[in-house]
């Protein structure tokens, strides 16, 4: 059975030539990483990113590129080749995987990056990608959602990192687990009945799902 993987990225702008800031990820058993990379696009550095993401990256993380080790929890500095290196060497520990994000427009893409292309990521990895934004919808909750507000209601912790890869990877892992209990709007209380519709000159049978 494979292993829900979550995690998120920090980037330098919603365009096609950004690059990676950090990224975070969380097994379901709750063995982490979490990454800084020294060698992104700073010329893509706004005046809001520098205030909220990089100034609260790891302090003088430049200086010292290397990883540390927190027993099942990794912690990396360093440029996109080396970062690749332990990741892989951290996703290895999982027989099969299954990788669940927020929204695939852009984490995806850039996770791939890391490995070269979507042929290269590590062959324990399922090839199609999961995002808790169609999950949302599919229960029947407003995909637009404030995440920490729906997984922690008014009780957001007090040490919440926000803007940090890893702190949204666990807030998207928290809201899987709380929408897996919701039977939603997709959900398994249904019961299904069947008909005919007309398409044209043709006539085609189908099932109806009631909730």
Same mark, same amino acid.
């Given at each position: 059975?494979?292993?829900?993987?979550?995690?998120?990225?920090?980037?330098?702008?919603?365009?096609?030539?950004? &690059?990676?800031?950090?990224?975070?990820?969380?097994?379901?058993?709750?063995?982490?990483?979490?990454?800084?990379?020294?060698? +992104?696009?700073?010329? #893509?550095?706004?005046?809001?990113? #520098?205030?909220?993401?990089?100034?609260?990256?790891?302090?003088? +993380?430049?200086?010292?590129?290397?990883?540390?080790?927190?027993?099942?929890?990794?912690?990396?500095?360093?440029?996109?080749?080396?970062?690749?290196?332990?990741? &892989?060497?951290?996703?290895?520990?999982?027989?099969?995987?299954?990788?669940?994000?927020?929204?695939?427009? +852009?984490?995806?893409?850039?996770?791939?990056?890391?490995?070269?292309?979507?042929?290269?990521?590590?062959?324990?990895? +399922?090839?199609?990608?999961?995002?808790?934004? &169609?999950?949302?919808?599919?229960?029947?909750?407003?995909?637009?959602?404030?995440?920490?507000?729906?997984?922690?209601?008014?009780?957001?912790?007090?040490?919440? #990192?926000?803007?940090?890869?890893?702190?949204?990877?666990?807030?998207?892992?928290?809201?899987?687990?709380?929408?897996? &209990?919701?039977?939603?709007?997709?959900?398994?209380?249904?019961?299904?009945?069947?008909?005919?519709?007309?398409?044209?000159?043709?006539?085609?049978?189908?099932?109806?799902?009631?909730?």
């Amino acid at each position: 059975m494979a292993t829900n993987i979550f995690f998120g990225t920090k980037f330098t702008g919603l365009h096609q030539k950004t &690059t990676l800031i950090s990224i975070g990820l969380i097994s379901e058993c709750g063995k982490t990483l979490y990454a800084e990379f020294t060698d +992104y696009d700073r010329f #893509q550095i706004d005046s809001w990113l #520098q205030k909220n993401v990089i100034n609260n990256l790891s302090p003088h +993380y430049e200086l010292f590129c290397e990883r540390v080790s927190l027993e099942d929890n990794q912690i990396i500095w360093g440029k996109s080749h080396r970062i690749k290196f332990y990741l &892989t060497r951290w996703l290895s520990q999982f027989k099969e995987i299954e990788m669940w994000l927020d929204c695939l427009a +852009y984490d995806w893409v850039l996770f791939n990056n890391i490995f070269g292309t979507a042929f290269d990521i590590p062959k324990n990895i +399922y090839y199609i990608p999961f995002d808790i934004c &169609t999950l949302f919808k599919l229960k029947g909750v407003d995909p637009d959602i404030s995440r920490e507000e729906f997984a922690f209601g008014d009780s957001i912790p007090k040490d919440a #990192q926000k803007h940090n890869a890893l702190w949204d990877a666990k807030v998207i892992k928290i809201c899987y687990d709380k929408l897996m &209990t919701l039977k939603g709007r997709y959900g398994r209380n249904r019961q299904r009945t069947r008909g005919f519709c007309k398409w044209g000159k043709y006539t085609r049978f189908y099932h109806v799902f009631l909730w």
